[in-house]
């Protein structure tokens, strides 16, 4: 049975002492040997700072250095062992496997020579026995349908190990059934997770990544064999906390490839060290994706406001962004133009300290209040201003992480946390650093599911679009709308004067009149196929209603979906689907749109 470890249960075993591990004569020989320069460089900088020689000094400590770099090595050396310690015992579980289920399965192991830190190697153990349990149950056929499919017997199942840009891979693939990836839609849409046209639109490589999500199996019991009842969400979360990543690829009849990446090593880690406050902080390098500087006059525009959370907008995608004060509850600070530290009193990223946002209730205020201020002394004018985003990958999850300031890279030890931290989420253990301080280092997964984070990108489109219709947009500004699954629909921006998400519930029909109670009245709705002859709605939870002005009134128009805005001067075809409520058609949006005639739906 899997057991899944806490992040500090596993830093906590790397700095334990192993029971016994085998070591060369030869790397003993070694450190010996580099010991023995050790002393000697020693004694060289000794004497260099008494008789204060500046030039023998600086060689002394590039000694030093390099002596304590070869010991490193070394040393880390002796804490390598071979994969095949661990891989040699899935023959025999393989046997009794196909032996207890009445298939024919043949393992092949490749790679077992390959090195890795010990302590990873324990670590992966138990995630990969799943892994290859979990083909032999789920992956291979039975003999027959694999005669019937043209398929030898015994089926192959591939165990294989190898070193690539400094990184270890293991892959395990097999030449069973494969993932069907209707039956992956089947079961997304069953348990309410995805809709099916949201399903339509994801790519293979995206839909099958979701079955790492929490509770998904495509088996109806768990097994007793493979485990499946844990899922494989525990395995990728364990792996994702070691600095893994967990990767699969399948074809249906020609079968699965799952392959891990792994670092060599967890004792001495590359970390970027970062400042939040006074505070430093440490994040592995592993975690690392890019690093973003935002110039001061660019903050407002690039930081955008989804719900109440902040998202950047980086090379087209929407990330979630995190201040690491709040994540940690620290004070938060900033430069002024002296370079002292002020408390900082802003809510949100993108917000000027200044004017409370509860002070002022009007829009127009709040845009007037703070082009005024621009134009004195606001604080984002100085280039000390500027926001520093760590962009970090947890798994499955990009997302953006604030800090004050961005100081240096470094080899630190990771040190266990103390019995009273051990349940803090957010720190994956302590360290060392060189002016011998403590640091805390991050855990980029543990800080993901604290806040509960996942892809914005939809939410943050249907608010950007909302904010768009507030503020009123030129004639050829289309917004796209869909009612059924596969049917687009257009109308100009300059029409709408709200949009509205609520819950099918809240919808009433007295008299057969489609309404809804609306800031103290009652809103008339309407759809589009009681006028157009188009499909009818989706039956989706949370429906949009498009506010608009008709005759005196405001009445709202159902749609499912918010796709789009599209600044564009298209040619209307205003023959082929020209009918009451719908004007004619273009081609947007890789389809072809049909663009509404709201006063005609309702009239």
Not at 38 to 58: A, F, H, K, P, W
Not at 339 to 344: A, Q, R, T, V
Not at 516 to 538: C, H, M, Q, S, W
């Amino acid at each position: 049975m899997f057991n899944p470890k806490t992040s500090n249960e596993i830093t906590q075993t790397i700095n334990s002492q192993p029971e016994n591990l085998s070591v060369n004569v030869s790397v003993l020989d070694k450190l010996v040997s580099l010991a023995g320069e050790l002393v000697l460089t020693r004694n060289q900088l000794v004497q260099s700072i008494l008789s204060e020689d500046l030039d023998q000094i600086g060689k002394a400590s590039q000694r030093v250095d390099l002596v304590t770099s070869e010991i490193q090595t070394s040393i880390m050396s002796t804490r390598m062992q071979p994969v095949g310690t661990i891989l040699s015992r899935y023959k025999q579980i393989v046997h009794e496997m196909s032996t207890n289920q009445g298939k024919a399965v043949e393992l092949n192991i490749e790679g077992e020579e390959v090195e890795l830190d010990k302590t990873i190697i324990e670590l992966i153990s138990d995630p990969i026995t799943h892994l290859v349990k979990n083909a032999v149950d789920h992956g291979i056929e039975m003999p027959d349908a694999r005669l019937e499919a043209g398929k030898s017997n015994p089926a192959i199942v591939n165990l294989k190990t190898y070193h690539e840009a400094g990184q270890v891979f293991i892959e395990i693939s097999d030449d069973g059934a494969g993932i069907d990836l209707s039956q992956i839609s089947a079961k997304l849409i069953e348990r309410g997770t995805y809709t099916e046209n949201e399903i339509k639109e994801m790519p293979d490589s995206e839909l099958i990544k979701t079955i790492l999500e929490p509770g998904f199996s495509l088996s109806e019991e768990a097994s007793k064999d493979s485990g499946l009842g844990i899922g494989l969400d525990v395995v990728n979360t364990n792996l994702t906390k070691l600095g893994g990543t967990l990767d699969i690829k399948s074809t249906v009849g020609k079968g699965t490839t799952v392959r891990v990446k792994l670092p060599l090593t967890l004792a001495i880690i590359p970390s970027l060290i970062v400042l939040s406050g006074s505070e430093r902080f440490t994040i592995p390098q592993v975690s690392l994706v890019e690093l973003v500087r935002i110039p001061p006059e660019q903050v407002k525009s690039r930081i955008e406001k989804v719900d109440n959370a902040s998202v950047i907008r980086l090379r087209n995608e929407l990330l979630p962004l995190l201040r690491l004060s709040d994540v940690l509850e620290m004070p938060k600070f900033f430069k002024d133009s002296s370079g002292g530290l002020k408390h900082d009193q802003r809510e949100l990223i993108h917000d000027r300290r200044s004017k409370s946002v509860d002070d002022l209730q009007k829009e127009d205020e709040l845009d007037e209040f703070e082009t005024e201020n621009r134009s004195k002394n606001d604080r984002r004018s100085s280039t000390e201003s500027a926001v520093n985003i760590v962009v970090v990958n947890a798994g499955e999850v990009n997302y953006g992480i604030v800090v004050d300031a961005l100081l240096d890279s470094e080899e630190i030890v990771v040190k266990p946390l103390g019995y009273h931290l051990r349940d803090v989420s957010s720190y994956a253990g302590a360290t060392i650093l060189g002016d011998g301080k403590s640091a805390l280092i991050l855990d980029i997964v543990g800080i993901s599911n604290l806040m509960s984070l996942r892809s914005v990108k939809d939410t943050a489109r249907q608010r950007i679009i909302e904010k768009k219709i507030e503020k009123g947009r030129h004639d050829k500004s289309l917004l796209v709308v869909k009612n059924a699954a596969t049917e687009y629909f257009a109308l100009p921006l300059g029409l709408i004067s709200r949009l509205e998400k609520i819950n099918r519930n809240e919808i009433e029909a007295p008299g057969g009149q489609l309404s809804i109670k609306y800031r103290g009245a009652n809103l008339l709705l309407f759809k589009i196929e009681d006028t157009a002859r188009v499909a009818p709605i989706e039956d989706v939870e949370s429906p949009y209603v498009i506010v608009f002005q008709h005759e005196e009134r405001e009445v709202g128009v159902l749609v499912s979906g918010i796709l789009d805005t599209i600044d564009t001067s298209i040619e209307i075809d205003d023959k082929t689907f020209r009918q009451p409520g719908i004007l004619g058609s273009a081609h947007m949006m890789d389809q072809t749109t049909m663009l509404l005639d709201l006063h005609e739906l309702v009239g």
